[in-house]
């Protein structure tokens, strides 16, 4: 299929209405909508959202956040790392390598990644090369998180 282009997503009203497709739709969503009521937001202000576009049409997108290592709970050391979130591709353009490329975009950061799969995801998220977390269930907080390492970074897990 090629290679995406992955960009930013800026919070506006279309872009608002475009994530109404997505089933991962939800509060983090709703909260930007109430910020662009109360005219907080600007459209370049800093979204956590990242997504392909096929013509005019989202058709793809995760939320990134880069979480400080104070409040690292998974690696050892405790480092920065990305929370990626929310990763979605549209039933109909699924199969394409459009979920690889967002996740290949969130990699070129060269920082670890965590990721909670949504069921039936884990073969996706193995060939990409993310291992479950085993450590003591108190720590796992039900999430089961998956986890990635950038090359030559330390593979400890806490």
């Given at each position: ?57 989202l058709v793809a ?31 109909d353009y699924q ?11 969130a990699k070129s ?50």
């Open positions: 299929m090629g290679s995406f282009k992955v960009e930013r997503l800026r919070i506006n009203y279309k872009t608002i209405e475009e994530f109404k497709r997505f089933k991962e739709y939800g509060l983090q969503e709703l909260s930007m909508l109430e910020d662009l009521q109360d005219n907080i937001m600007e459209n370049d202000s800093e979204s956590p959202f990242f997504g392909i576009y096929f013509g005019e049409k997108r995760m939320s990134l956040y880069r979480i400080d290592k104070k409040f690292d709970k998974y690696f050892e050391p405790a480092q920065d790392f990305l929370e990626l979130w929310k990763l979605e591709v549209l039933s199969q394409k390598g459009f979920g690889r490329a967002l996740v290949n975009f950061y060269q920082l670890p990644i965590k990721t909670n799969p949504r069921v039936k995801s884990q073969e996706f998220w193995s060939n990409l090369g993310f291992t479950p977390v085993s450590y003591d269930m108190e720590r796992d907080l039900g999430e089961n998180p998956l986890v990635w390492y950038p090359e030559g970074v330390k593979e400890q897990v806490r």
